[in-house]
């Protein structure tokens, strides 16, 4: 069902891929040595030969980790919300000869792939664009083979809504309250994308806080258990407060995670 989260969700992303914004660009530069490094793979202990592994790039258009995956010899569907996300990820695979099959779809609704299918699960920043994350996961559930692994990654739900511009001289002020489902959004950042080569109005970010307890519980109950946390910041020093250098050093916003899929526990 295409619901209102579904059609904005899709607008943006539509607006954001014909600006070439950042997440949308194809990585065109990579061999299988830095493909597993692009990853993160060995960071995260993730050091499992990926030749003929079934691949679900969720809600991951774009050409950067389908890509990566496909020259490691893995077999990649992506699923994206995006069409014009999908062609960027047809174009990675035209570029360096592999496969990589893609289907236009809503994270929330996995019901085009079959039970227990993918050795993994890769769902890059996007977590928070729906309203209830324990849908997706239970929809990761099904899909995920025994023993395969589900990387995601997500804002920092105590930080939703934050950003630079909310430095008042002293720090970094804090504006909703810390629960599920709170729609926050905030500004693109600059670099994010070229404003002078944007033609259309691209819709404002629309984020649903997602609570720790929340991510954690949901995916415990259905049976994944942790395998990999990190808290992700950056390092930008000599930053100025108030610049975006600056908050994201002082505050990590993002949070990544490895699951294991252990239905029998």
Known sequence: MKDEVYLYNQARWESLAKAEAVFTRPNLELNKESARDRLGLERMGITVDLAGKNILCLASGGGQQSAAF???????????????????????????????????GDMRDLS???DHSYDIVWHPYSLTFVPDSRVVFHEVSRIIKAGGFYHLMCANPFFAGLSHEDWNGEGYILKNKYKDETLTTYPDQDWVYDRSKSINKIPEIREYTQTLSRIMNGLINEKFVLAYFSEIKSFYPGDLPGSWGHFTDIAPPWLEFVWYYHPNL
């Open 112 to 114: 085009c792939f079959e």
């Open 70 to 104: 496909a020259l490691l010899g893995a077999n990649v569907s992506v699923l994206d919300i995006s069409q014009t996300q999908l062609e960027r990820d047809k174009a990675a695979a035209a570029h360096y000869e592999v496969e990589i099959n893609t289907i236009q």
